[in-house]
């Protein structure tokens, strides 16, 4: 019989499409995961069974009733829980929102939900998305199903975790400093953070708005361009979405699996974010082995400098947080989830909403808003908010620059493999890990990781970025070498996950 979680989104549309099995078998396989290893992982904050099985027998009424209504139709999915749904507990892993039930659903959920994708649950990320293993939530850490010892990254872990070890072929995350890419590395997986403005962020819980990007986390780099075709373009309620002028991202994918699909295609190494101290050895040497790759493939390889990378990390550093400080002001006691009373019993409006930020927020969340306010505070505004903005500028230059020489760039997508509980807590550590990331968000440009091979038993992403609405030309570069690794690491990569035995619970 076959078992319906080891398939990719693709080929569970395709045995949907042909009859071979239904929604509801599929979905309820997926559930059946989801109960024998998540006791494990916890990748999952909410799992909605009810709810799922309902959208998946009305996606089976749909088809049998001649109308699958998208190529994805029927094909279960996991949200993280930064993305609100209706009618189902959103929390952001934030005991702030603790209790809170969503009265309307994010765009891309309604995009899900007209394309008839069954909603498995939500999944676990750090605080406000705040972070880069999944130890800030504030429910407690998801594993990496690699090895239960370390972490599957964060701020996406649940979604990136849920994926690699089959508990759903697909998710939706968000990226506002690296968080759908680097759990993708850390997991063995594919993410993708889409051109700032391809997919709108109308429904996602703030974080940084000048970064925030909703994107896909998948097993292969077709299920991620599947996915965004499903949830990508316009909508006038976010003002920064951009008009829809896309081509198919599933098309781009299948192409970049013909033969000489990227032949002539000029590869950027931006020297400062692709090499140096920073990376464990090992990741470096696989890193030097995909290039081969990608010259065996026929691309031009050619290594930029992009001297102001240097600085991003200390500029989102500073623009991240004053953007959190604003966006957080809302959770207030006022009108969104818990209310905490001063211990003495005195309540007045300031009293209670002290009491309740400072309980019901946790330290790395708090770290920020103190940050933040503290960078666009009259009299250091221009010294920290100011000059983080001008790098900003800068960093947009060199992108300008390099794309004016190289159709994409390409870098490994973190500086190892997963790391440990506890490596990634202390500030200075969660904050440098971020180092091949954040340039793009600081951008708006697009970027995808796929796994690129294993360094000590552990996978580990290689990133492709493209100029701005350059999402197309990234599926078919990175579906080209996706398509070499399989060969080298055996085909297809991801089954190379290790089993998590189910007994082990
Ligand atoms: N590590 C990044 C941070 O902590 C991730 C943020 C994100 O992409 N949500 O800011």
């Not at 969660?430 to 000590?456: E, F, K």
């Amino acid at each position: 019989m076959t078992d319906y979680t080891r398939l990719t989104a693709a080929e569970i549309a395709e045995a949907l499409a042909a009859g071979d099995t239904t929604s509801a078998e599929v979905t309820q396989a997926h559930l059946d995961r989801i109960g024998a290893v998540d006791g494990d992982l916890h990748a999952f904050l909410a799992v909605d069974a009810e709810g799922a099985l309902a959208q998946a027998e009305a996606a089976d009424e749909a088809r049998a009733a001649g109308a699958a209504s998208s190529p994805l139709a029927g094909v279960p999915i996991a949200v993280k829980d930064n993305i609100v749904t209706k009618g189902l507990e959103t929390t952001a892993a934030s005991r702030v929102l603790e209790g809170w039930i969503p009265p309307y659903d994010a765009h891309v959920v309604e995009r899900l939900r007209a394309a008839r994708l069954p909603i498995l649950g939500k999944t676990n990320l750090d605080e406000f998305a705040m972070g880069a293993s999944t130890e800030m939530s504030g429910y407690g850490p998801t594993r990496n199903p690699w090895d239960l010892e370390r972490v599957p990254g964060g701020s996406g872990g649940g979604s990136a975790a849920a994926v690699s070890a089959y508990e759903a072929p697909i998710a939706l995350g968000t990226d506002t400093g690296g968080s759908i890419r680097q759990p993708a590395s850390f997991t063995g997986t594919v993410g993708m953070k889409p051109t700032y403005g391809a997919v709108s962020r109308y429904g996602a819980i703030a974080m940084g708005s000048s970064l925030d990007q909703i994107g896909p986390a998948s097993r292969t780099v077709l299920d991620s361009a599947l996915l965004q075709d499903v949830i990508g373009g316009h909508d006038r309620r976010d003002q920064t979405s951009m008009p829809d002028e896309w081509e198919s991202f599933a098309d781009a994918a299948r192409a970049g699996r013909e033969p000489g699909a990227i032949k002539g295609l000029r590869v950027g190494i931006p020297r400062q974010i692709a090499e140096g101290d920073a990376y464990d050895e090992n990741v470096s040497a696989l890193f030097r082995r995909n290039i081969e790759l990608l010259q065996e493939l026929g691309a031009e390889v050619t290594w930029i400098d992009t001297k102001t990378f240097d600085y991003a990390v200390a500029a989102y550093y500073l623009l991240m947080p004053a953007e959190v400080s604003s966006n957080l002001a809302r959770y207030d006691s006022v009108r969104y989830g818990v209310r905490v009373t001063p211990e003495d019993g005195t309540a007045n409006v300031e009293r209670v909403m002290r009491a309740t930020r400072a309980e019901a927020l946790g330290p790395e969340v708090k770290r920020r808003i103190v940050l933040g306010t503290y960078a666009l505070s009259s009299g250091y505004f221009d010294a920290y908010y100011g000059s983080a903005q001008k790098v900003r500028t800068l960093v947009q230059r060199d992108f300008e620059e390099a794309f004016a020489q190289a159709d994409v760039l390409f870098t490994p997508s973190a500086l190892s493999g997963a790391k440990r509980f506890g490596e990634l807590t202390e500030p200075k550590d969660m904050y440098t890990s971020d180092l091949t990331n954040i340039p793009a968000n600081l951008a708006g440009v697009p970027a995808i990781s796929i796994p690129g091979g294993l360094v000590d038993g552990l996978p580990v992403g290689m990133q492709f970025m493209a100029a701005a609405r350059g999402d197309a030309q990234l599926y078919k570069a990175s579906a080209a070498l996706e398509q070499a690794l399989e060969a080298e690491w055996g085909a297809p990569f991801t089954a190379k996950a290790p089993e998590l035995k189910e007994s082990n619970r």
